[in-house]
């Protein structure tokens, strides 16, 4: 797969944790694209995703199936458009027809389900370098072709491929009654909030719960994304390489990782050890060899998400829990570990305080949005970027001092 290419020609916002899994991943667990009615009638749009899959394929050699609506006159109308536009661009494909689909009736009266999908021709034409198009209908169980909502297709065939990413092309992203566009929804819960208070419309309310519904089958380590597409001067992009690459400019909706909270007792140091230098050695900063044996007496916790790729490790000072680490491997960053982590350390206690490198402007930045959000404090000394969440807030000067004497953990 030629990621390397993309990213060598083209001044792309990418995600570590993406870019180093699509260099691994079996062509067709890639993603999959659903297109919107509304790129296709729209030429600009139009030529510009095309421009786009003619990169992805003829560069690259990426291969994503794209999944098109129908229509209830005629069921193919949108998935002939695209074949045109596909064909003029010389982008060789394969049209599949909706037979591959097989429906069952579904509960609510008048709708269907996807019961399974016949998916070798589809792996088969993306090992051959061709685009599978599907036109988002199926066979009924009487023989019958009918029309489905493409995103229910859309939705199935991830789940059915192993994908990890669906793509929504010409959709709006998701946006607020007010008109503020959301970049980022990690969490359910606090988006049932936002539903529940109206603060987002019915239409909107409905494609964040599909998209949560997708991903909770799927797990953490997947994405929705809906692209937000730019006019320029010279045409139009659909967003569609940045948000194959990374968290894109559009609306990204991920479940946020699985965390579970051990004593250091339960943990290989050792390992812990090597997950921890793999993790800071991009900054060059290598962790001291004593360094479990001078945090033992505190009785510290570690953090650690389900793939084991990024935690933290906390201990008290002055009855407030202090994160002397936070770490996630390089490879794995972008997938909201971190942001996890803090928060969930954050509603075991109610109070949390950390520090950083004045030095480390990236981890900076990245603190400072979660003070914002969780209303904290933020200080600074000669050496360090000292952080206050909760009720660590009402220590702060003792805690300050404290913090800006301890010995560091590196060499």
Known sequence: ???????????????????????????????????????????????SFVEEIRYLVKEAGIILPIVVEARKDFIDFYQKRLILALTKANIPFTSCPPELVHLEPSLKKNQWKVDTIFTAPVIEAILEGKIPVLCAGGISPQGDIVPIPGLLLARELV?????????????????????????????????????LSREITPAMARRVTSAFDLLSRLGPGHSVQITRPKYHKHGASTGLLEELLGNGSGTYLALPPQITVYPLSAIDESWLFQTISEAFSPLNKKLKKDYFSTIRPYHPLVYLDSLRKGGAIVYSLENTPYMCKLFTRQDYEGIGIGSTVIHTIYKHFGSLCWRTSLSNEKAELFYEKLISEYDGISLKTPHYTLYFLGKAKTKKNTLATILDNLPSSFE
């Open 159 to 195: 789940y059915t491929l192993h994908a990890k990413k669906l793509i929504l092309v010409g959709h709006t992203p998701i946006r607020t009654k007010s008109g503020r566009f959301v970049t980022e929804i990690l969490s359910q819960q606090e988006w049932q909030k936002k539903i």
């Open 1 to 47: 797969m030629g990621i390397e290419k993309i990213l060598g020609t083209l001044d792309l916002k990418t995600t570590n944790y993406w870019v180093s899994l699509l260099k691994t991943l079996p062509p067709h667990e890639v993603g999959v694209i659903k297109v919107s009615a509304k790129l296709c009638y729209s030429s600009t749009l139009l030529q």
